[in-house]
């Protein structure tokens, strides 16, 4: 299993590294919200983990970025934003799983494996085909 971790913190990405390493995943490690971006867009990866405040690209709009070109790799938030709001934004943006900082280690591990298992799962809110959209949320079918 392939996981991208995207964080400006040098140290906490190398302990996260680390951490998955010691877990059997191999991971790759970014520290700007444009790398995290360049990486995310090749679809090689089964999970992702993004901060939101990095450089260049927050960690919210590469998400949507991602979200808008049709990449289903499930993303975890891993963020000190933990508010109930920053939370709504990070899953209405298309993030799987939001873990605010500071977090234990075994429960962030417990949630890549449920974020693996579940797979490419992300679905848009609106889905359109040609000139047809159906909002998910709330049922509403445009032409």
Known sequence: MRILVADDEKELVAALEELLKRERYTVDTVYDGQSAYEYAS???????????????????EVLRRLREEGVKTPVMMLTARGEKDDRITGFDAGA????????????????????????????????????????????????
């Open 42 to 60: 090749t679809d090689n990866y089964d999970c992702i983990i993004l901060d939101i405040m990095m450089s260049d690209i927050d960690g919210l």
């Open 96 to 143: 799987d799983d939001y873990l605010p900082k500071p977090f234990e280690p075994d429960e962030l591990i417990a949630r890549v494996r449920a974020m693996l298992r579940r797979g490419g799962a992300y679905i848009p809110a609106v889905l359109t085909f040609g000139d047809v959209s159906l909002d998910t949320g709330s049922g509403l079918l445009s032409c």
